[in-house]
């Protein structure tokens, strides 16, 4: 007679499993995969705990395992990641949405307008995360999100589809070679920062499963930047906001610097952690 696994024996045996594999936080991982598989939040894994799995469960589970063995976002495994409180769908083509980059969205809403028709631009929109969220939370407004890359654009739709984000479009450009030919009153981005010299540093989750063309410009980190204070003044109004995420260490003040230099005025925001993560610049 087959073994019958209950949740609480699937929780037991999976948080050995990974601690033997190293993972620093075992029993969160296993959690993470059975909320996915049972559509259920942490707390309901253990009102349940004596609930047996299906077979179809089961072969699911350890397939999943196996995948996140290998080091394999949790995030591409079950197919989607919360952001600002809502679920979005992500796969390998789009970068996961991590919690420092919802504070693009706090600035947004302490800056702008709320009231008001603004024009908004994302650069880089990958999931269309940040783009569907100021939709949603700036219903007055209208959000023009562009990217690079076809298969990114491909969830983003899909998350504004499942979302119901009537106010947000999304647009294939490569920002670096075009520029709308229209004026906004917000640009608002987390562009590819990571220096191409610290992509070997990375962890295996990020470094081998992420899309680098989202984690890196194969440089110095600063490229986007550069791009964005060349054509600030052509596509954001005056007293309009450019409101960027930005890496660690220097990488703030390197960013903070271009723009000053070009007599901008910045102001560095820090994340949860008390890093500054955050840019506003004033046109």
């Known amino acids: 007679m087959p073994k019958i696994w209950r949740i609480i024996d699937i929780v037991e045996w999976a948080e050995i499993y990974f601690k033997e594999k190293d993972f620093d936080n075992p029993r969160l991982e296993i959690e993470w995969l059975l909320c996915a598989l049972l559509d259920c939040n942490r707390i309901d894994i253990y009102l349940r705990f004596e609930e047996p799995l299906s077979k179809e469960q089961l072969k699911n589970l350890k ?3 196996s995948r996140r063995i290998k080091k394999e976002p949790l995030q591409y495994i079950t197919g989607s990641c919360d952001f600002y409180g809502r679920d979005f ?3 390998c083509n789009v970068l996961i949405p991590r919690p ?3 504070r693009l969205i706090d600035i947004a809403l ?3 307008d709320n009231s008001s028709e603004l024009r908004i631009l994302e650069v880089g929109t990958g999931s269309g995360c940040i783009a569907v969220t100021l939709g949603l939370e700036m219903p007055n407004s209208y ?3 562009v990217d690079i890359s076809p298969n990114a654009l491909e969830v983003a739709n899909i998350n504004k589809q499942r ?3 009537e106010n947000v479009n999304f647009l294939e450009m490569d920002i670096l070679k075009f520029i709308p030919d229209e004026t906004f009153d917000c640009l608002i981005s987390n562009p590819p920062y990571i220096p191409k010299e610290e992509l070997k540093v990375l962890m295996k989750d990020v470094k081998d499963y992420e899309p680098l063309i989202a984690l890196t410009d194969n440089s110095d980190g600063l490229i986007f930047y550069k791009k964005f204070a060349d054509i600030a003044s052509n596509i954001i109004k005056p007293g309009g906001y450019i409101i960027l995420e930005v890496g660690l260490k220097d990488h703030p003040k390197l960013v903070s610097r271009l723009f ?9 925001e ?3 952690n008390g890093d500054d993560r955050v840019i506003i610049i004033k046109v």
């Open 63 to 65: 397939t999943w395992i």
């Open 89 to 91: 769908i992500v796969n």
């Open 100 to 102: 420092e980059t919802e």
């Open 110 to 112: 302490n800056k702008l």
């Open 143 to 145: 959000i023009y999100a």
């Open 163 to 165: 979302q119901k984000a």
């Open 260 to 268: 000053s230099e070009l007599g901008y005025e910045t102001q560095l």
């Open 270 to 272: 820090k994340d949860f």
